[in-house]
T-cell receptor, first 113, second 111 residues
Framework: DVKVTQSSRYLVKRTGEKVFLECVQD?????MFWYRQDPGLGLRLIYF???????EKGDIPEGYSVSREKKERFSLILESASTNQTSMYLC????????????FGSGTRLTVV | QQQVKQSPQSLIVQKGGISIINCAYE??????FPWYQQFPGKGPALLIA?????SEKKEGRFTISFNKSAKQFSLHIMDSQPGDSATYFC??????????FGQGTRLTINP
């Protein structure tokens, strides 16, 4: 069964901490994405990557960075966590040759206190 | 700005009824419109999708209706069941495989 795995389901971090959210996919997908999900706002794109070592800003990149050193792994980094970054974070991957299908992970619910 | 607007934010339907969720968009460059279903504790999963050259697509109890001139599309769930209770997101592809999502609709089917 193909999957996208996010390393943590729940995280609680303190304001100012550096936070790493990890995502691994086993489908050999070229594309990977990080979204955050907030009630009433839907899913908003933070960063995405179409290849190893490349990254593109999404709609809300401020306060975040990403790393993609290997094809299967895409990390989201909160440089200095703030309370307004409390949210559900979803990782997704897709193939450049398949028909627009995204596969999502189960999400990481991050609380910044 | 919200490029895909979804309504209603929440919806309660009786078992056996028809659930209808609506979405509207502005960008005519969008070329693919999927719907995702999300159960609590899970990530969204692709439910059904349509291209703008088709006015309707049906898969089982789920139907997408697409009105290109009005830039609107909707999801209809026929004979709604309690197991359909979930959050539904419409989305649109912006090119280069980047999805833009609507705000989501929390659907509750009462038994």
């Amino acid at each position: 069964d193909v999957k996208v795995t996010q390393s943590s389901r729940y995280l609680v971090k303190r304001t100012g901490e550096k936070v790493f959210l990890e995502c691994v996919q086993d489908m050999d997908h070229e594309n990977m994405f990080w979204y955050r999900q907030d009630p009433g706002l839907g899913l908003r794109l933070i960063y995405f990557s179409y290849d190893v070592k490349m990254k593109e800003k999404g709609d809300i990149p401020e306060g975040y960075s990403v790393s993609r050193e290997k094809k299967e792994r895409f990390s989201l980094i909160l440089e200095s966590a703030s309370t307004n970054q409390t949210s559900m974070y979803l990782c997704a991957s897709s193939s450049s040759t398949a028909n627009y299908g995204y596969t999502f992970g189960s999400g990481t619910r991050l609380t910044v206190v | 700005q919200q490029q895909v607007k979804q309504s209603p934010q929440s919806l309660i339907v009786q078992k056996g009824g028809i659930s209808i969720i609506n979405c509207a968009y502005e960008n005519t460059a969008f070329d693919y419109f999927p719907w995702y279903q999300q159960f609590p504790g899970k990530g969204p999963a692709l439910l059904i999708a349509i291209r703008p050259d088709v006015s309707e697509k049906k898969e089982g109890r789920f139907t997408i209706s697409f009105n290109k001139s009005a830039k609107q599309f909707s999801l209809h769930i026929m004979d709604s069941q309690p197991g359909d209770s979930a959050t539904y997101f419409c989305a649109a592809f912006q090119g280069a495989q980047k999805l833009v999502f609507g705000q989501g609709t929390r659907l509750t089917i009462n038994p």
